[in-house]
């Protein structure tokens, strides 16, 4: 088991001043320990301090805020914590969650995001919730209508702050946290911190305790076991079907860069006799929370998603994450592999490079500070290059030759005068092969104005 993801086995939830109630709600989950991240930060906010947390995804973060918070909570005050998170997964996963570790308390949680009516949620906060878990541009929404008050908010908390930030939200943040006036707490939990996040968090916290939880430089969990696949384009959906088909994994999640990818490849696996699932922004809410439950309770094997659907995604038994396209921000790959793994298990994470994806490959090296090995299969046989691929390929090399033959008649200049002379082309026979020496430099001086 990762020794970084717990804190001293000597340390217990009962050792970080936690009531009973959530001592009996963290028992009945099967947590025996504090992860590190949760030992370091639930003091910190139990003592009223402001928080910027940094810890791999799947250490427990969402347990780091949550506890400190409902054990403050007054249950005679409304909305008194306001959770942001990136998407409506997020939303949904972090509510579901705080619900549970509130099972033995009196404490109202509701979640606020888009793609569900107005009128559903509008209807939850009359009845006056003590914690509000949503994303920016709907807390933002029901804050304008009247529904959402911020005066007695006395949590505010940024879940994967980094990832608001690289979807846009920044302004949002910023009114949102701008309009909170009241003395309150302000927490950031990310598993990486940029730059602009600090700046963030020095213009809204005072005087933050800064934790940065992790016993080496690497950025994705020492359990998961990372390698990567040269393949060419061509052969990514074959090689998918390969691996799927040889490995036999328990819970398979696939990353895509867009949604069409995402659907063309799910089409792809079905036709291939493999049970596998889409979701994407494009679908219907309700569609996405069907897709989601069934694969929380492990009702189907292949869930091939994009980044941002995928970001509430915390299911424990998670065996497999591909990158069948790589992505080009660094630190979306921590954040993908992070989905397996969790809670101190083991995982697996394949990531599909291609011939021009060095660099990429590199930089996420860097960033994470790992070295990912190449695997291959050998009883995987590449197919041919499509004929497509060639006559493009050939297209390309003919432009390239005609470009590399005109920089040699550049760098060859004129041909010689002697060469150039032709009395019928031209008076004398003398063809000027440049451009005079002395040239006027300037305007020419009119009496006109």
């Known amino acids: 088991m990762d020794q970084e993801l717990f804190a001293n086995a000597e340390v217990s939830f009962a050792d970080l001043g936690l009531s009973e109630a959530l001592q009996r709600a963290v028992q009945e989950l099967n947590y025996t320990r504090p992860t590190r991240v949760q030992a370091e930060l639930i003091p910190l906010v139990l003592a009223g301090r402001d928080v910027l947390g940094q810890s791999k995804t799947g250490t427990g973060k969402t347990a780091a805020f949550g506890l400190p918070i409902l054990q403050m909570l007054d249950s005679q005050t409304d909305l008194q914590a306001l959770v942001l998170v990136p998407t409506r997964e997020l939303a949904i996963q972090v509510s579901k969650e705080l619900r549970i570790l509130a099972r033995f308390l009196k404490a109202a949680i509701v979640a606020v995001y888009g793609g569900q009516r107005i009128r559903i949620q509008a209807d939850s906060l009359r009845k006056k919730p003590e914690i509000v878990v949503g994303t920016p541009g709907r807390v933002m929404d029901m804050h304008g209508r009247g529904l959402l008050a911020y005066e007695h908010v006395r949590f505010a908390v940024l879940d994967e702050v980094d990832r608001m930030l690289d979807i846009g939200f920044r302004d949002d943040i910023r009114r949102i946290l701008k309009a909170i006036a009241g003395p309150h707490q302000t927490v950031f939990v990310s598993a990486t911190i940029s730059s602009e996040i600090e700046r963030l968090a020095r213009q809204y916290m005072r005087d933050p305790a800064k934790i940065a939880v992790t016993s080496s430089a690497s950025l994705t969990v020492s359990e998961v076991d990372q390698c990567y696949f040269g393949v060419e384009p061509w052969d990514k959906k074959r090689l998918l079907v390969h691996l799927l088909k040889h490995e036999d994994p328990a819970l398979t999640l696939v990353f895509c860069r867009t949604k069409q990818t995402v659907d063309g490849l799910t089409d792809y696996l079905k036709r291939k006799g493999i049970d596998a699932h889409a979701i994407h922004g494009d679908m219907y809410q309700h569609k996405r929370n069907r897709v989601m439950s069934k694969f929380r309770n492990n009702e189907l094997s292949v869930l091939v998603a994009s980044d941002l659907a995928a970001r509430g995604l915390d299911v424990v038994d998670i065996s497999h994450v591909v990158n069948y396209d790589l992505p080009e921000d660094p630190e979306i790959y921590v954040h993908r592999v992070g989905r397996t793994a969790r809670a101190g298990?083991?995982?697996?994470?394949?990531?599909?490079?291609?011939?021009?994806?060095?660099?990429?490959?590199?930089?996420?090296?860097?960033?994470a500070n790992v070295e990912i090995p190449q695997t291959e299969y050998n009883d995987f046989k590449p197919g041919p290059i499509p004929p497509e691929v060639t006559a493009q390929r050939e297209r390309d090399e003919t432009r390239r030759e005609e470009h590399r033959i005109e920089h040699r008649r550049t760098l060859a200049g004129p041909p010689p005068p002697e060469e150039a002379s032709d009395e019928t082309k031209f008076p004398g026979g003398l063809v000027p092969t440049a451009l005079p020496a002395r040239r006027l430099g300037g305007r020419l001086r009119s009496r006109r104005r």
């Open 345 to 367: 298990r083991k995982g697996v994470a394949w990531t599909f490079v291609t011939s021009d994806q060095g660099g990429m490959l590199s930089g996420i090296e860097r960033l």
